[in-house]
């Protein structure tokens, strides 16, 4: 099982900490780091200052929001950073929900979310490749597009710049079983959001006859402390905000997987208290066990000991989110 950095996405500004994180990582072996967006910073141009500074690690966006950019412009971004850093680019992509794609990007949350995010993976595809001009007779991602506003003039092209590997991986970040079961057919692996080395069943019947390769790498909050609560304290706070407030009352991804891994009850409640403004009532409310049972916490032993099921486990990459050095240290230590 490899090591990777997750820095996720920026708060209120740049943290000046990613950098010499990612320096850190790289010095200690880890084989990559990862970047991401929401509504706020984006996902490439952080990663590409990373790979300025670096010259080993690999460099992965976890996730890339589909809507943000069609799925040409996003095959740019990608073979132009690979290109810049010697072919370390991994491509991770996620569809992310109806709250943001029609609130933040204004375009309509498609209907057929495995429709839209296999014709958007073989848009992709085809501007890597570079075999022939990119068509595609889809619904979602027409090219060239020929609704009843065109001009009538568009014309398939290929690159100008030559990629330089048609093979990037390309991973896609699913929670739906559906969905992942697509992903193991059409990705080079699957960016998971919640992973519970006990409860492996909740994503068995999606993970049959896994291609030769497939990479499994989910995110996991680390952090070497004394005190488990206290090391629990800033996974609940993420829980309670992705469970209460990433989507709408009616529609909430996060939730919904929350409750297949089986806390249905309790994902209720933390909707229902911080849809009612009640957030700190909301962040109280996400069980110990399960913020536990996704994340690495606690005294150098006990993270010592969980790890170890995470690695008897399909898990290939495990993308560590962790604000300090001493952390990162310990679990390259640890997984060594």
Not at 35 to 43: H, I, K, V, Y
Not at 175 to 192: F, S, V
Not at 272 to 286: D, K, N, P, S, T
Request: some cysteine.
């Amino acid at each position: 099982m490899r090591l990777g950095l997750a820095l996720g996405y920026w708060g209120r500004g740049p943290d000046a900490r990613h950098l010499d994180l990612a320096r850190e990582a790289e010095r200690l072996g880890y084989d990559s780091v990862w970047t991401a967006e929401a509504w706020g910073s984006d996902a490439f141009t952080p990663l590409t200052w990373i790979a300025a500074h670096t010259s080993r690690i690999r460099l992965g966006t976890a996730v890339a929001q589909m809507a943000a950019r069609s799925p040409t412009a996003t095959a740019m971004h990608a073979l132009t950073l690979d290109h810049l850093s010697g072919g370390r680019m991994l491509l991770g992509l996620g569809l992310s929900g109806p709250q943001v794609v029609e609130g933040w990007y204004g375009r309509p949350f498609p209907k057929s979310p495995l429709t839209a995010t296999r014709e958007y993976v073989d848009v992709v595809r085809q501007v890597l490749r570079r075999r022939r001009p990119v068509e595609l007779d889809g619904h979602f991602h027409p090219l060239p597009y020929r609704g009843p506003d065109a001009a009538g003039l568009g014309r398939a092209l290929k690159p100008i710049t030559h990629p330089l590997r048609a093979d990037l991986p390309v991973l896609l970040g699913a929670e739906g079983p559906k969905n992942i079961a697509q992903t193991t057919r059409i990705a080079d692996g699957w960016l998971p959001l919640y992973w519970s080395p006990t409860r492996q069943d909740a994503y068995a019947a999606s993970l049959t006859d896994l291609p030769e390769g497939f990479l499994i790498a989910p995110l996991v909050r680390a952090r070497v402390c004394a005190d488990v609560a206290e090391g629990l304290a800033p996974v609940k706070a993420m829980l309670g905000f992705y469970i209460g407030g990433m989507g709408h009352a009616t529609r909430n991804f996060h939730a919904e997987l929350m409750a297949r891994m089986g806390y249905e009850d309790q994902a209720r409640r933390v909707r229902e208290l911080f849809l009612a403004g009640r957030r700190e009532e909301a962040v109280r409310a996400v069980p110990d066990a399960f913020a536990d049972e996704i994340s690495l916490v606690g005294p150098r032993e006990r993270i010592a000991e969980r790890l170890q099921e995470w690695r008897a486990g399909p898990v290939t990459d495990l993308l560590v989110l962790a604000s300090d050095p001493g952390t990162l240290r310990v679990l390259a230590d640890l997984n060594a």
